[in-house]
């Protein structure tokens, strides 16, 4: 079974390789200060202080060009015959982040990305989303972030750009950021990815995801991310239901606030009730991302 | 009486980096070396690791390190110095620090509080276990706590950062008008020109060219002089911030 992959190795190598490539703009809401309102010996020593109130300048639009490439373990993501190979995963994501109020945020984007195979090109293919959605932060609830959106995915060759498989599918997704200090955060996450229209039909699954990240920032350009994330995947058809546990190590240096260069790494466990389904795969790279905000 | 005795730092060209001098003192200044009683410094002596400088009420001093690194204490104010003098640590009171582009990096310690620097010009001040202040004129000063690994942050330019010494996660910053300050400054007024004094001007222009785009907005709050005791002063011309920002209070409290 070189070279072919089983149905929706397509959709776990994109969901694998795709969020690292670029974990995609999120909207933040702004700090306040807080403060010790005290009087000193109110000698004229260090002058007087005009407070100045900056006006945020909220950039709704992100563009991000990123080009990530890795040596993979199991290129096809199949239980034997495991071949390795070399993947460029070249993308492009376009984000419009518009704010409603000033929790609330409306997320409109297209995330386009090819994985393009050194030797197995017959595993090429290209991951078209076009997602629509909310989001919501809860400052009052340790800042709690919730997203819904409409997910539009197409898989397609990268020749001809022939449909592969096509889903339609709502997510949801909360997360809970804990920061240990300002340069270390904690932060846990469930999401429930659920398909609701897809063809084919074998490939088409809903997934319930809990994952954790660490990110401690080392300088102000360089900064370490681990994550790991469980995942179980229901398959419409065939009574398949797989678990799967994804490890990601990564080391990011901004060069410039728009150009940052990553080391990446993930680790990759999959068990099914169909254990022709198993796989493990490791895949070590880097990358460059380009992102503008305006 | 007024009593100013500035020696310029040429004079400073051979001098061991261990060591540094004072270049000014008004007043009451004192110069403790460890194990001794405190006696009246003068322009020109010099101090190493160990000394503690002490300035009284009306007292203020201009510290100038090998490596042309400024300090310039306020009145009540004592430091001590250790590491080669690349660490300052600030007991009370308040000082005026104007680090060279390319200098050294200078480490000054209050509390649990520490800020250091390879470039800037700023001022840190300590009241007590009641607050600390830092502004940052120009260059980039890291923040952090020395019992806290990871709880760092960059003040730039025209950024004001007050907390409580004992503080175990630093707030975020606000900002001020660095021209105000500049010219209300005992620190800078009543001494020779800074020699970053370009920089910081290149700065409050910078504020003002932001003030006319809209991105700053002058408030009608005003620190005055030491402490943290907010002015609600007469509202500038431009529109007023909707709530004063939440880390300064109108009212005042006496420690």
């Known amino acids: ?294 | 009486m007024l009593v100013c005795l500035t020696v310029t730092a040429g004079c400073l060209g051979a001098a061991d980096l261990k060591e540094a001098r004072v270049t000014q003192v008004v007043k009451d200044v004192k110069l403790g070396l460890p194990q001794a009683v405190p006696q009246p410094v003068a322009v020109g002596e010099s101090f190493r690791d160990g000394d503690a400088i002490n300035t009284g009420v009306t007292g203020r001093s201009e510290l100038t390190f090998a490596d042309q690194t400024i300090a310039r204490l306020a009145a009540k104010t004592n430091v001590s110095f250790s590491n080669g003098t690349r660490s300052v640590d600030l007991g009370e009171g308040a000082m005026l620090f104007q680090i060279p582009k390319g200098a050294g990096r200078l480490q000054i310690k209050t509390a649990a509080i520490a800020v250091a620097s390879t470039g800037a010009t700023g001022i840190i001040e300590r009241h007590g276990q009641f607050y600390v202040k830092v502004l940052v004129l120009e260059g980039t000063v890291r923040c952090y706590l020395t019992n806290r690994l990871g709880e760092s942050l960059l003040l730039q330019p025209g950024q004001i950062l007050i907390t409580k010494p004992d503080v175990t996660a630093l707030p975020e910053p606000a900002d001020f008008d660095i021209a105000r300050e500049m010219k209300t400054c005992l620190l800078v007024r009543d001494f020779q020109p800074l020699a970053s004094q370009r920089r910081i001007e290149s700065e409050e222009q910078k504020q003002l060219k932001l003030i006319a785009k809209g991105t700053y907005i002058p408030s009608n709050l005003v620190i005055l002089g030491r402490g943290t005791q907010v002015t609600l002063v007469n509202a500038p011309p431009t529109t007023p911030p909707s709530k004063p920002l939440t880390n300064i209070g109108h009212e005042s409290r006496t420690p």
């Open chain 1, 1 to 294: 079974m070189h070279g072919q992959a089983p149905p929706g190795s397509a959709q776990n190598r994109a969901q694998l390789l795709g969020g690292q490539a670029y974990p995609g703009p999120s909207a933040t809401p702004s700090a306040e200060t807080e403060g010790y309102p005290v009087t000193s010996p109110n000698d004229k020593d260090i002058g007087e202080q005009q407070i100045l109130k900056r006006v945020e300048e909220y950039k709704p639009f992100t563009i991000s060009v990123y080009s990530p490439v890795y040596w993979t373990s199991n290129a096809a993501l199949v239980s034997r015959g495991e071949q390795d190979d070399v993947l460029v995963a070249p993308g492009v994501t376009l984000m419009y982040e518009p704010r409603i109020t000033n929790t609330l945020y409306a997320q409109v984007g297209v995330i386009q990305q090819f994985f393009f195979y050194d030797q197995l090109t017959e595993l090429n293919f290209a991951s078209l989303d076009v997602i629509a959605g909310l989001h919501y932060y809860l400052p009052q609830f340790h800042n709690l972030s919730l997203r819904g959106y409409y997910d539009y995915n197409r898989l397609t060759t990268t020749d001809n750009f022939d449909e592969i498989f096509v889903n339609n599918s709502i997510i949801l997704n909360a997360e809970l950021p804990f920061r240990i200090a300002r340069a270390q955060q904690l932060l846990a996450g469930v999401a429930l990815n659920l398909s609701f229209e897809g063809n084919p039909q074998s490939p088409r699954r809903n997934n319930y995801s809990l994952y954790g990240t660490y990110d401690v920032a080392l300088s102000r350009s360089f900064s370490l991310d681990a994550g790991f994330q469980f995942v179980v995947r229901d398959y419409y058809s065939g009574d398949r239901t797989d678990v799967n546990e994804i490890l990601s190590v990564s080391a990011n240096y901004r060069v410039r606030d728009w150009l940052t260069l990553s080391a990446l790494s993930s680790f990759a466990w999959n068990q099914s009730n169909h254990s022709v389904f198993d796989y493990s795969v490791a895949n070590i790279g880097g990358g460059v991302a380009l992102t503008l905000k305006f």
